[in-house]
């Protein structure tokens, strides 16, 4: 595959120069193809404005040429570069199908839109060269003909429906937002570019219609956008693609930004998290051998998973989600089931947050407050942090990853600087080889299981890096790196306090005297920083999933929506609305369960082993079951079958009363 190098700019009608405008073509699901000159994602203030009038650049300082420099200091794994990555990272999470903008990468120059063909897809046997429509045909989008494409084009453009398409039969296509084909497969605007898979869901428009129609498409975005009406809000950054020549087809592949070392700091970003403050307790209900044996082998299989995801991945350039690859696997409604997963799992990621906070506070500041008043004192904090722009809450997120170190940490230390039980390495407590009580064993291996879940967003990790070859090597390095971390917390946990183990683990640390003061307030200043970055970029998904469904982010600008015409004023205020109501749907549920040990159990057991093994196995079988081998499709089945063995009856106990099954 070679990559097909720009010759230049001027010789494209209606295309933007490097020089000047930077033009954005969109769909009305903030889908569009825009080209721009400046390194990775450029820099939005430096390029000119939509209508041809280039912004002026201010001259900078001595000073903060010096900063800029330093920044780009290291080529690609600079600061600048690492601070993109992680931008990037942090809009991976997603509930229902987004449209991302497409921004052609530097030094790439778009062809006419009829020489852009179908990436080849690599067939097995278990599907033939229709992926999508082999899998649920009443879910793929109609096939549609030239002829057909113009008709639905010249509807396009004389309603106000940016993104409405004609079946041959000339009826509407479905406007469910689960049927959208994966992100590359669908044109980004009125068929122009994209890459048209081979899965014959979608066909080219001639080119001979598509300059007109991207031109006037164009302007008619641009004014909504100005306006602010019936536009997504745009906060996503663009994914870069580019043109490349394969098996002599020109096609459109997402051009991937990140290094190794920055897809590692990405993935660890995902698994590093507060499910480390549970895992004494889980090797406390499992007992030595068992519990690092369950916790080593739930590190192993998910590792194992994630590169199943990479080999689903490599069969179309297209996809770029988890949802994608549910989406070719199963159809439609594996995108549903799959989105139901997605904010189960975010939504009790935020609880879990909201309910540390008031533990750990309660527990250093014993008698102030109740646990309930230091949730809602909380749930206050958050409420500004939920308009806060999408480029500080990624930062914000990085600052959460060094909390959740810096208290591994602060618990080692304070074993090792205290002399005598309880909660001393020096003088460890008594401990069991097998579990003291066999009825607690299910509840463990949720437990030992939530700090695992990151298999929602490593397709997306996949796909931004440069050299995809490498991702098995980053994942390695990865999940070894997170095993140590977590492994080093729960041995320690479990010696220094044994059967007094508590949910959180730093609930033991702050509740025990001894400890230099010094690190018990650093312990509490990184538990509560930890929510404050974390959850607000948690709700972002559950939020704009809200707000689609309320019409008030839409995929589809859409003539029949009721909220077509509402002022910008009254669209704001109902967002704002949203992002209030969804803090306090955690908070009203942090409450009904304030159980941490309860919520992390249910998130390892019925949403961890669901996600990370038991979709991603099943989505290997479905689409390379006569690739592979006997023995390779035996030991799948076992492994997805076992996984939902233990999926089932972890989250029936970790609902179950803990008198009832002597968890107390």
């Known amino acids: 595959m070679t990559t097909r190098q720009s010759a230049s700019w001027t010789g494209h009608e209606g295309r933007a120069s490097p020089g000047g405008l930077s033009s954005s073509v969109s769909s009305a699901g903030n889908q569009g193809v825009s080209f721009e000159d400046a390194p990775l994602l450029g820099d939005p203030a430096a390029r000119g404005r939509d209508g041809g009038f280039p912004q002026r650049r201010r001259r900078r300082s001595s000073v903060t040429n010096t900063l800029a420099a330093l920044t780009d200091i290291g080529g690609v794994n600079s600061i600048r570069s690492f601070s993109r990555s992680f931008q990037r990272a942090a809009v991976f999470p997603e509930i229902i199908p987004q449209r991302p903008a497409f921004v052609f990468a530097p030094g790439q120059e778009p062809l006419q839109a009829s020489d852009i063909e179908a990436a080849p897809v690599r067939h097995g ?150 499910g480390l403050l549970s895992l004494p307790m889980g090797l406390k209900y499992a007992g030595w051998i068992v519990g690092v044996i369950a916790l080593v082998l739930c590190a192993a299989v998910t590792n194992w998973t994630a590169g199943l995801l990479s080999k689903c991945m490599d069969l179309d350039s297209t996809i770029i989600t988890f949802s994608d690859i549910a989406f070719i696997s199963f159809g439609k409604k594996a995108r549903v089931a799959t989105a139901i997963l997605f904010t189960l799992e975010l939504l009790a990621a935020c609880v879990a947050l909201i309910v540390l906070f008031a533990d750990s506070l309660a527990a250093l500041f014993p008698g102030t407050l109740t646990l309930t008043q230091f949730k809602i004192v909380c749930t206050l904090i958050l409420i500004p942090l939920q308009f806060a722009p999408l480029a500080l809450l990624s930062v914000t997120s990085f600052v959460g990853i060094i909390c959740c170190l810096g208290i591994g940490a602060i618990v080692i230390l304070d074993g090792l600087i205290k002399q ?55 994942v390695n390095y ?58 607000p970029l948690n709700a972002q998904p559950i939020i704009t999933t809200a707000e689609v469904v309320f019409g008030l982010r839409q995929q589809v600008v859409a003539e029949e929506t009721s909220l077509v015409g509402l002022s910008s004023t009254s669209r704001g205020l109902l967002k704002a609305l949203i992002r209030v109501v969804t803090l306090l749907i955690f908070l009203g549920i942090a409450i009904l369960f304030p159980a941490f040990d309860s919520i992390m159990a249910f998130m390892g057991s019925a949403l961890c082993f669901t996600i990370c093994v038991t979709l991603p196995v099943a989505f290997y079988l479905k689409l390379f079951d006569h690739e592979i081998s006997a023995g390779e499709r035996l030991f799948c089945w076992c492994v997805m079958l076992l996984s939902i063995t233990i999926s089932v009856t972890g989250t029936v106990w970790a609902f179950l009363p803990k008198e009832l099954i002597g968890a107390e």
């Open 420 to 474: 005598t039980a309880p909660g001393s390495l020096i003088e460890p407590a008594a401990t069991y080889l097998f579990p003291a009580n066999w009825l607690t064993l299910p509840l463990s291996f949720g437990l030992l299981m939530s700090p695992w879940g990151g298999h929602s967003v490593f397709p997306n990790i996949y796909r931004d890096m440069r050299h995809p070859y490498k991702f098995k090597r980053a």
């Open 125 to 274: 046997a278990a599907h033939s060269s229709s992926a999508i429509v082999d899998t649920d045909q009443e879910d793929a989008s109609p096939l549609l003909t030239p002829t057909d494409s113009r008709l639905g084009e010249r509807k396009r453009l004389g309603s106000d429906n940016l993104q409405r398409a004609i079946s041959p039969s000339g009826s509407l296509r479905s406007s469910s937002i689960f049927s959208t084909p994966p992100l590359l497969s669908t044109p980004p605007i009125f068929g122009s570019y994209g890459s048209v898979q081979s899965y014959g869901t979608i066909a080219d428009l001639e080119s001979e219609t598509s300059h007109p129609s991207m031109r006037e498409a164009a302007e008619l975005w641009r004014q909504q956008h100005e306006s602010g009406a019936n536009v997504p809000d745009g906060e996503r950054p663009p994914i870069l693609v580019k043109e490349v020549e394969q098996d002599g087809k020109i096609v459109l592949a997402v051009s991937g930004q990140s290094t190794l070392p920055q897809t590692i700091v990405n993935s660890t970003n995902v698994l590093i998290g507060v």
């Open 478 to 535: 990865t999940f070894s790196f997170t095993l140590l971390v977590d492994a080093s917390v729960a041995i320690v946990g479990l010696l220094m306090f044994g059967d007094g183990v508590r949910d959180e683990i730093t609930a033991n640390i702050l509740e025990t005297t001894g400890y230099p003061n010094v690190l018990n307030v650093l312990l509490v200043i990184f538990i509560a920083i930890i929510p404050l970055t974390k959850v």
